[in-house]
């Protein structure tokens, strides 16, 4: 299934394995968000949660 990154527009292919691959199939208009700019998002959370705490 080729699906693109909501953020970076990248194109990707992913199988079944994958798994976004049941959300995608259930709901073709479902947000993909490839692995890279999900450890960008998932980092920049962290560190504003750091930010917070440290308030
Ligand atoms: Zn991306």
Redesign the pocket.
Known sequence: MQVK?A??G?EEQIDKLNKNYRKMESNPNAIF??E??NQKLTYQAAQQNDLLKKK
Do not use: T
């Open positions: 990154c953020i970076c990248k968000i490839c890279v700019c």
